[in-house]
């Protein structure tokens, strides 16, 4: 079983709806969680990070956690033709030192 | 890309030989780390660095050695590229502690023929 879950997709939603992505951990001791957004060709860029329990907004971007299931989630309002890329969920370590990343989900955003 | 660069940005090379791709940053954090991006694989952390002269092994470290001397620099050497090895190499910064987030690098694309 891998350690930092994603739906692959891809996740076709139309422009102007809400798009909601899943990603599931393993580890319990895990204590940080981010979203990362990377556009095809492209590096990694940090979106979003959350810590605690409940729900952290940030513009259009959503992210949820709930450390007692082991699962974040993120929300994107309006879905823009502009956010259409793989979201990759990232899990650090008890020590706080590495990421462990899920296989990303794409999400297309139809005009 | 939150000052750090990466070189080169693209390599092709034979089987066989020697690679070295350097990793070098701005910021003055004390974490930097390698990772490899595969299709069906994701990101997969190969070595990092908790500081000058200290390293350790990621979860896909054989055939693949580092080094940093100095802060601002991270270098990755293949000693012996083999065609496996062949994928997108990004660079990541992190200040370190328990809420720690990295930046990552621009990347740098390796084939080995």
């Not at chain 2, 054989?62 to 050497?77: A, N, P």
């Amino acid at each position: 079983q891998k350690e930092v879950e994603q739906n692959s997709g891809p996740l076709s939603v139309p422009e102007g709806a809400i798009a909601s992505l899943n990603c599931t951990y393993s580890d319990r001791g895990s204590q940080s969680f981010f979203w990362y957004r990377q556009y095809s060709g492209k590096s990694p860029e940090l979106i979003m990070s959350i810590y605690s329990n409940g729900d952290k907004e940030d513009g259009r971007f959503t992210a949820q956690l709930n450390k007692a299931s082991q699962y974040v989630s993120l929300l994107i309002r309006d879905s823009q033709p502009s956010d259409s890329a793989t979201y990759l969920c990232a899990v650090n370590n008890a020590a706080g030192n590495k990421l462990t990343f899920g296989g990303g989900t794409r999400v297309l955003v139809k005009p | 890309d939150a000052g750090i660069t990466q070189s080169p940005r693209h390599k092709v090379t034979e089987t066989g030989t020697p690679v070295t791709l350097r990793c070098h940053q701005t910021e003055n954090h004390r974490y930097m780390y390698w990772y490899r991006q595969d299709p069906g694989h994701g990101l997969r952390l190969i070595h990092y660095s908790y500081g000058v002269k200290d390293t350790d092994k990621g979860e896909v470290s054989d055939g693949y050695s580092v080094s940093r001397s100095k802060t601002e620099d991270f270098l990755l050497t293949l000693e012996s590229a083999t065609s496996s090895q062949t994928s997108v190499y990004f660079c990541a910064i992190g200040a370190g502690g328990g809420t720690d987030t990295q930046y990552f690098g621009p990347g740098t694309r390796l084939t080995v023929l």
